[in-house]
Protein backbone atom coordinates (compact mmCIF):
# COMPACT_ATOMS: atom_id res chain seq x y z
CA UNK A 1 0.00 0.00 0.00
CA UNK A 2 1.36 3.53 -0.91
CA UNK A 3 1.58 6.17 1.45
CA UNK A 4 2.84 9.31 1.42
CA UNK A 5 2.70 11.00 4.83
CA UNK A 6 3.05 15.16 5.22
CA UNK A 7 4.29 17.23 7.62
CA UNK A 8 5.13 20.71 8.68
CA UNK A 9 1.98 22.36 7.81
CA UNK A 10 0.97 24.73 10.43
CA UNK A 11 0.82 28.46 11.35
CA UNK A 12 3.42 31.54 11.01
CA UNK A 13 3.53 34.94 10.68
CA UNK A 14 4.58 36.80 7.46
CA UNK A 15 8.83 36.23 7.20
CA UNK A 16 8.80 33.33 9.12
CA UNK A 17 9.96 30.20 8.16
CA UNK A 18 8.27 26.52 7.53
CA UNK A 19 10.00 22.89 6.54
CA UNK A 20 7.59 20.46 4.61
CA UNK A 21 8.51 16.82 4.67
CA UNK A 22 6.70 13.90 2.70
CA UNK A 23 7.81 10.65 3.14
CA UNK A 24 6.94 7.80 0.62
CA UNK A 25 6.48 4.29 1.37
CA UNK A 26 5.33 0.92 -0.27
CA UNK A 27 6.39 2.18 -3.92
CA UNK A 28 8.20 -0.33 -5.17
CA UNK A 29 9.82 1.50 -8.09
CA UNK A 30 12.47 3.80 -8.42
CA UNK A 31 10.56 7.71 -8.17
CA UNK A 32 12.45 9.52 -10.21
CA UNK A 33 10.78 13.30 -9.16
CA UNK A 34 9.39 14.66 -6.21
CA UNK A 35 8.21 17.66 -5.68
CA UNK A 36 5.49 20.12 -4.23
CA UNK A 37 2.42 21.81 -5.47
CA UNK A 38 0.30 23.90 -4.05
CA UNK A 39 -3.54 25.08 -4.45
CA UNK A 40 -4.88 28.30 -2.47
CA UNK A 41 -8.75 28.42 -2.15
CA UNK A 42 -10.28 29.44 -5.59
CA UNK A 43 -7.29 28.79 -7.59
CA UNK A 44 -5.87 25.82 -9.26
CA UNK A 45 -2.98 23.83 -8.06
CA UNK A 46 0.53 24.69 -9.33
CA UNK A 47 3.84 23.64 -8.98
CA UNK A 48 5.94 25.19 -6.44
CA UNK A 49 9.28 22.81 -7.03
CA UNK A 50 10.50 19.52 -8.03
CA UNK A 51 13.83 17.85 -7.93
CA UNK A 52 14.93 14.65 -9.34
CA UNK A 53 17.02 11.49 -8.32
CA UNK A 54 19.90 13.28 -9.34
CA UNK A 55 19.41 16.51 -7.82
CA UNK A 56 17.87 18.69 -10.35
CA UNK A 57 15.66 21.42 -9.08
CA UNK A 58 13.25 22.98 -10.76
CA UNK A 59 11.16 26.34 -9.28
CA UNK A 60 8.07 28.51 -9.59
CA UNK A 61 9.34 32.02 -10.27
CA UNK A 62 7.47 32.88 -7.52
CA UNK A 63 9.52 30.85 -4.88
CA UNK A 64 12.61 31.22 -6.32
CA UNK A 65 15.17 32.44 -3.48
CA UNK A 66 12.58 31.90 -0.78
CA UNK A 67 12.00 28.03 -1.00
CA UNK A 68 14.47 24.85 -0.90
CA UNK A 69 13.08 21.99 -2.59
CA UNK A 70 15.57 18.79 -1.12
CA UNK A 71 15.65 14.75 -0.67
CA UNK A 72 16.54 11.79 0.96
CA UNK A 73 16.81 9.09 -1.57
CA UNK A 74 17.55 6.49 0.79
CA UNK A 75 14.38 7.43 2.91
CA UNK A 76 12.10 7.97 -0.48
CA UNK A 77 11.42 11.59 1.67
CA UNK A 78 11.21 15.21 -0.16
CA UNK A 79 11.68 18.42 2.13
CA UNK A 80 10.24 21.89 1.05
CA UNK A 81 12.27 24.47 3.25
CA UNK A 82 10.24 27.82 3.24
CA UNK A 83 11.47 31.29 4.21
CA UNK A 84 10.57 35.03 4.42
CA UNK A 85 7.11 33.72 4.12
CA UNK A 86 4.44 35.81 2.30
CA UNK A 87 0.53 35.60 2.91
CA UNK A 88 0.61 35.03 -0.87
CA UNK A 89 2.16 31.34 -0.15
CA UNK A 90 -1.12 30.46 1.93
CA UNK A 91 -2.25 27.34 0.61
CA UNK A 92 -2.80 23.50 0.70
CA UNK A 93 0.51 22.02 0.12
CA UNK A 94 0.92 18.60 -1.97
CA UNK A 95 3.76 16.44 -1.89
CA UNK A 96 3.83 14.66 -5.37
CA UNK A 97 6.07 11.37 -6.49
CA UNK A 98 6.85 9.96 -9.70
CA UNK A 99 8.35 8.42 -12.70
CA UNK A 100 6.91 9.62 -15.59
CA UNK A 101 8.95 8.35 -18.75
CA UNK A 102 9.47 4.75 -17.67
CA UNK A 103 7.87 1.70 -19.04
CA UNK A 104 5.46 1.60 -16.21
CA UNK A 105 4.70 5.47 -15.28
CA UNK A 106 3.00 6.37 -12.03
CA UNK A 107 2.65 9.42 -9.78
CA UNK A 108 1.23 9.92 -6.07
CA UNK A 109 -0.07 12.81 -4.28
CA UNK A 110 0.02 13.48 -0.46
CA UNK A 111 -3.48 14.19 1.14
CA UNK A 112 -2.07 17.93 1.73
CA UNK A 113 -0.88 19.99 4.49
CA UNK A 114 -1.99 23.69 5.28
CA UNK A 115 -0.23 26.52 6.01
CA UNK A 116 -1.44 29.86 7.03
CA UNK A 117 0.67 32.61 6.82
CA UNK A 118 -0.64 36.16 8.84
CA UNK A 119 0.03 39.19 8.24
Known amino acids: QVQLVESGGGLVQAGGSLRLSCAASGIIFKINAMGWYRQAPGKLRELVATITTEGSTNYADFVKGRFTVSRDNTKDTVYLQMNNLKAEDTAVYYC?????????????WGQGTLVTVSE
Open 96 to 108: HVGSLYVAVPFEY
